[in-house]
């Protein structure tokens, strides 16, 4: 990490990789199991160019990784505080939702 680099940008930054709708799709597909392109492009019905770009921007951020088993490329999460903060995020929600008054 270069230290010139301001905490709160690098913040910023992960966020920004978390807050795309498709990213997240796919983080949930691979939050059950490891995937190839493939598989992640017909289970979630995204664009396998899409798929691509967004699993490269994942594994940049370092929230994915690729490897290869039996001549397949597979993608899995591993960072494991990625899932904690999507579900934190969600129950958050959960909680604004039931404590919001009735219109």
């Known amino acids: 990490m270069d230290l010139?680099?301001?905490?709160?940008?690098?913040?910023?930054?992960?966020?920004?990789?978390?807050?795309d709708p498709d990213r997240l799709k796919i983080l949930c597909s691979l939050r059950l199991r490891t995937s190839t392109v493939i598989a992640l492009s017909r289970d979630?019905?995204?664009?396998?160019s899409e798929i691509i770009k967004q699993l490269n921007m994942m594994v940049q951020a370092k929230i994915i990784e690729l490897k290869q088993s039996d001549g397949e490329i597979l993608y899995e999460i591993t960072n494991p505080h990625v899932i904690f903060m999507c579900?934190?995020?969600?129950?958050?929600?959960?909680?604004?939702?039931?404590?919001?008054?009735?219109?």
């Open 4 to 19: 010139q680099t301001n905490p709160l940008d690098l913040v910023s930054d992960y966020f920004k990789i978390l807050s």
């Open 87 to 103: 579900d934190l995020v969600r129950d958050a929600l959960d909680d604004d939702e039931a404590n919001s008054p009735v219109a």
């Open 44 to 48: 979630l019905d995204i664009d396998l």
